[in-house]
């Protein structure tokens, strides 16, 4: 028998690849939109007839091609974007494969006009089955057009699979919706059928999204801006009381494109807890920004799949940063005017965000106590108190604690400004109610806060603070408190011990398996201690879903609660005073850490609208 194994032909091996870059129309839209973005252009036009079935032309300035190089462009694996393979890693450009316009030629008629600056004359060529069957000079200005026609006329089962006019639309619609949006400097138009239906031109971010989702989207978009060393972050959230039970307006871009990404949704949708109704959706539209050698996307030849180094560290700040901007939002609706240092979140306020890079070291070993001395980010950060001596370890928390304090200071003195309006008289604007609330008088109405949640919320971001950061403060127990638990009890302390002493909490486990507690967080009485210890063993005992961050996240919430002031404790007007402004100092003071209600601010006009 003769040798079987064949190559198969340029135009055949193109068709089938293709079937992998084009699957309809909208696919052909954003390999031509992408390539103009690449070629720098400033202003691109988007023609299509028949939702793309009879053309689709993108028409933009940007910087042309040779001859030559226009004519390569077709060929499969041609691009100018990488040489050699380690360009892959540092990519800037969308296009890199050099098999979408192989690909289109080898199932459309393709015609392309192209121009350099430095040319007098332009090169137009037609393609046809992946050939050249014309090329000639043509007078045009700067730039490229390129026009495919009569898409899959030579593949008759694709053409049969394609949709109807309005689906196609539809989708192309939204591929022209994702890249304008990812790029708003660069003014779009896009014409169906001779009719224009967008008209972009250039501006910013948020101009961008208006004019693409129409202006009623304009006032229920709430900022969002945060930088870590991972990754920037910015765009805007939806205001969750817009939020829809429809799939809502999702965006999430990397680096300038767009991405499908279920587990950042995730942290996006958790931040949003105990904010939306049930079953409604939050909108955002997030551009993240990380470095391109951070981040694969290699992975799926229509390139809306990427991978992320540490995917859980960027879930963690995604997640903080939109909490934090649902935070500064609520603070904003009732007008307090912070002072815009207050919105740095304070891992930033001590240089950079350190939090989620502590979470996730995944090489930490809580059983290995001394050894941890030699991974330097845990022991610059939270834990320094194991390797230091308990005594030492005392003192340093109390230096650290007294900065911390007079930082809190600072916070409170400019949050004071909130509360001295012209009707205050000091501090006598402030008094408690049925044990409960604390009420206070703003320039714009009645604040009542809820004095349990309240001091919940302070004493979670001061737990998760020390759990991330900088160690609290302990204070040492004259007589140490003996405990006898189950084995199993105490070996899930001694597995957090680490974040425990972190907070405050230092104790050693005897040879009998027996505990012995010589100190205390700063704010925890000893009555509390063992209902303290119950909750966080039960807590360590759940299934835990989300990974580190929401384990230390989850224990600082379960300590506040149990740390903080309960309703029917009477307090002092000194207390309460504290209390609100450390409640103020705080990133998100409007909400528990289990998304409760912490105030309520009575306008105004509300107290008027009660009166008529
Ligand atoms: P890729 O974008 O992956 O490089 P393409 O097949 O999309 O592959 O394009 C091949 C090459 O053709 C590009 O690398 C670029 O050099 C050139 N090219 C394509 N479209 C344009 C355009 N609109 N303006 C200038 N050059 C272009
Ligand atoms: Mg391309």
Not at 353 to 365: G, R, T
């Amino acid at each position: 028998m003769s040798d079987i194994i064949r190559l198969l032909p340029d135009h055949v091996a193109n068709q089938i690849a293709a079937g992998e870059v084009v699957q309809r129309p909208a696919s052909v839209v954003k390999e031509l939109l992408e390539n103009a973005i690449d070629a720098s252009a400033k202003a691109i036009t988007l023609i299509i007839k028949d939702a793309g079935k009879t053309l689709v032309q993108v028409i933009d300035d940007g910087k042309g091609m040779s001859t030559t190089d226009a004519r390569m462009a077709f060929e499969r694996h041609a691009t100018s974007k990488i040489s050699t393979a380690d360009d892959l890693f540092q990519l800037a450009t969308k296009g890199f494969r050099g098999e979408a316009l192989a690909s289109v030629a080898a199932i459309a008629h393709v015609s392309v006009k192209t121009r350099r600056e430095e040319d007098d004359l332009g090169t137009q060529l037609d393609i046809e089955g992946s050939k050249v069957t014309q090329q000639e000079p043509v007078v045009m200005p700067q730039g490229t057009i390129i026009s495919v026609r009569n898409l899959f006329y030579n593949v008759p089962a694709r053409r049969k699979f394609l949709k109807s006019d309005s689906v196609e639309l539809r989708n192309i619609t939204n591929e022209f919706h994702r890249v304008a949006m990812a790029h708003p400097k660069i003014a779009f138009k896009f014409l169906n059928n001779d009719s224009e239906l967008f008209n972009l031109p250039a501006g910013s971010y948020r101009n961008r999204i208006v004019s693409i989702m129409g202006s009623r989207v304009d006032d229920k978009l709430v900022p969002i801006k945060e930088e870590t060393e991972l990754l920037s972050i910015h765009g805007y959230i939806g205001k969750p009381e817009f939020a829809r039970k429809t799939k809502g307006l999702q965006y999430f871009f990397a680096n300038d494109r767009f991405i499908k990404h279920s587990y950042l949704h995730h942290a996006v949708v958790s931040a949003f807890e105990g904010l939306l109704p049930d079953k409604a959706n939050p909108s955002y539209f997030l551009y993240l920004d990380v470095p391109p050698d951070s981040i694969d996307i290699n992975i799926h030849p229509t390139k809306t799949e990427v991978k992320f180094e540490d995917e859980h560290s960027i879930y963690a700040i995604v997640r903080a940063s939109v909490k934090h901007a649902l935070g500064q939002f609520s603070i904003d609706a009732i007008d307090f005017h912070r002072d815009t240092e207050l919105d740095v979140p304070y891992e930033k306020a001590r240089g950079h965000a350190q939090a989620p890079k502590i979470e996730v070291d995944h090489d930490f070993n809580p059983f290995q106590q001394t050894s941890s001395s030699s991974n330097g980010s845990y022991q610059s950060n939270a834990y320094r108190a194991p390797s230091t001596p308990a005594w030492e370890a005392l003192y340093t928390g109390l230096d650290e604690e007294s900065s911390m304090i007079d930082e809190n200071t600072a916070f409170a003195k400019a949050e004071q400004s909130l509360f001295s309006s012209e009707e205050s008289t000091g501090s006598t604007n402030i008094f408690q109610l049925q044990r409960k609330f604390i009420i206070s008088t703003l320039q714009s109405g009645l604040l009542v806060i809820n004095q349990n949640r309240a001091h919940e919320r302070v004493l979670y971001e001061q737990l998760l603070r020390q759990l991330t950061v900088q160690n609290g403060v302990s204070q040492q127990l004259l007589f140490p408190i003996a405990l006898e638990r189950p084995q199993e009890e105490v070996s899930i302390l001694k597995q957090l011990q680490p974040e425990l002493e972190s907070v405050g909490f230092l104790f050693k486990v005897l040879e009998n398996a027996n505990i012995q507690i010589d100190g205390l967080p700063l704010d925890l009485k000893q009555t509390d201690v063992e209902p303290l210890l119950d909750s966080i063993i039960t807590f360590q005992q759940e299934e835990l879903p989300d990974g580190n961050f929401s384990h230390i996240d989850r224990l600082a919430a379960r300590m506040a609660s149990k740390m903080a002031i309960k309703t029917g404790d009477v307090l002092q007007q000194k207390q309460m005073e504290q209390l609100i402004d450390e409640l103020f100092a705080c990133k998100e003071p409007e909400l528990t850490a289990q998304g409760k209600k912490v105030f309520i601010n009575l306008t105004g006009e509300h107290l008027n609208s009660k009166f008529n």
